[in-house]
């Protein structure tokens, strides 16, 4: 394995392993540094394995619920442990994958912790063995960890944080969730559905705080209807661990109130992995426990770049991988390069219902200054939906009145993750009503309510 490189990449979740999958095809010699598993927390920790958990719940709901179907099953049950196995089997599968595309495009991979050296310097320590490496372009792509609060630390058995709530040996009968942002509500939604009792709490005062208020409220509508407790301007003061269970202390609205939980998982956001770098030394910038960068990733140091969740929010492994992209086209200096968006960027939550969105919300888009058009369409009225047995929900699309020109899309409903894409690509096209208008969508496919959406904005609405 060599020791001089081109381009040099710390981390291989989605930003890192991209990026360097993106630098092997524009012909640098390429290699990645990895302390743990290939593709990283999104991927081992995070996106892809709580997926499947979340899989396991909705096939759960579907069972208690077959003879709206015609049909009938004795007997409904579920292991925990086998729930969990499959989960770490796909997260596994799809590590040995990043394993695969390494390989194929020439990567080499370094095991070890990374240390900055040195200008296009890198110490990689491995098991008491340090490794010294060369390069002359280094992309941080260290990723971030679960944020802590003074007084709420975890203590990884009565205290969780994301990691331990992704393998339970058992379901806990009472759980509290810290924070209804999307880690918080896809926990309390998986744990909910599988029969825990379950309180979110939330500090702000509603819950998904960053979706559009409509969103927001009719989430905790369908959330309380599905038993789960849901507490906001609210917060938890101290938890008291003893013998295996946690006593909160929660503050809502000035009233002071204990309540006991088997278990607590805190998702009240992250911070970046900025510590042990050497980041300091070469004088490349922190602020709030994030690397400042321009749009290109650039930190202002010399072939020292750095891109994903370590540079700060929106923390999504799609954004980071186009992060990466852009980064290392800078690098190799294609033309035409462009730095990302990130009112572009959709975000999607998979919860039941799901919740998806792109843009700006109705209330940021007023606060901005524009004059709006506002359309809804709800899934009540889509023949798809009605057909699936999941009619709840809608669709809410904010248009600028002059120009017609797509502000925002929100939506709650089934498979509004995999719809929200439609939004995504017509506001990236800068695509008018005019155009979603006359655009021509399938029937039946819930898509369908998108375009009824727009045509409502628009007073056109055909089915409702």
């Keep these: ?149 003074p007084g709420l630390e975890p203590d990884g058995e009565t205290v969780w944080t994301y990691r331990e709530a992704m393998v339970p040996k058992e379901m806990p009968k009472k759980l509290l969730v810290i924070g209804s942002g999307a880690i918080g509500i896809e926990f309390a939604s998986f744990y909910n559905t599988m029969g825990a009792d379950v309180t979110v709490v939330e500090v702000m005062d509603r819950i998904l705080p960053v979706e559009d208020e409509d969103v927001s409220a009719f989430a905790l509508k369908a959330f309380k209807k599905q038993g789960m407790k849901l507490v906001t301007s609210a917060k938890v003061a101290a938890l008291d661990v003893n013998g295996g269970a946690a006593t909160a202390t929660l503050e809502v609205k000035g009233k002071s109130s204990k309540e006991t939980f088997d278990k607590v998982i805190l998702a009240v956001g992250i911070t970046g992995n900025v510590e042990d770098l050497g980041l300091e030394d070469l004088g490349v910038k922190v602020d709030r426990g994030h690397v400042v960068v321009d749009g290109y990733g650039r930190t202002g140091i010399d072939g020292i770049y750095a891109i994903g969740d370590l540079t700060g929010p929106p923390w999504l492994a799609h954004k980071a991988s186009h992060e990466g992209i852009s980064c290392v086209e800078m690098i190799a200096g294609l033309k035409d390069v462009h730095p990302l968006d990130t009112s572009n960027i959709p975000g999607c939550t998979y919860c039941r219902p799901q919740v998806a969105s792109v843009g700006m919300t109705e209330a940021k888009a007023k606060e901005a200054g524009y004059e709006v058009r506002v359309g809804t369409f709800p899934f009540q009225g889509n023949g798809k939906a009605i057909a699936l047995g999941e009619p709840d929900g809608f669709i809410k699309t904010v248009f600028e009145k002059k120009t017609g020109e797509l502000l925002g899309a929100h939506m709650i409903g089934p498979e509004v993750t995999e719809l929200i894409q439609g939004y995504t690509v017509a506001r990236q096209l800068e695509t008018t009503e005019a155009e979603l208008m006359q655009a021509v969508f399938p029937h039946p496919t819930l898509s369908e309510a998108m375009h009824e959406s727009v045509l409502d904005a628009f007073g056109r609405v055909l089915h409702i």
Excluded at 12 to 41: D, F, W
Excluded at 98 to 123: E, H, P, Q, W, Y
């Design 1 to 149: 394995m060599a020791s001089s490189y081109d381009l040099v990449v710390v981390g291989t979740g989605p930003g890192g392993y991209v990026a360097a999958i993106r630098a092997s095809q524009l012909g640098m010699k390429t290699a990645v540094v990895e302390r743990s598993e290939l593709g990283g927390i999104c991927l081992n920790w995070g996106c892809i394995p709580t997926k499947a958990l979340l899989r396991t719940s909705e096939i759960y709901d579907h069972l208690q619920h077959l003879d709206d179907f015609g049909l009938s099953a004795d007997n409904v049950s579920f292991d925990i442990s086998k729930i969990v196995k499959r989960s770490r089997k796909v997260a596994g599968q799809l590590s040995s994958g990043i394993s695969f595309l390494m390989k194929k495009n020439k990567i080499d991979v370094i095991v070890g912790t990374a240390r900055l050296a040195g200008k296009g310097k890198l110490s990689v320590e491995n098991d008491g063995k340090t490794q010294d490496v060369t390069a002359k372009h280094i992309v941080l792509a260290t990723g971030a960890r679960a944020r802590t609060l």
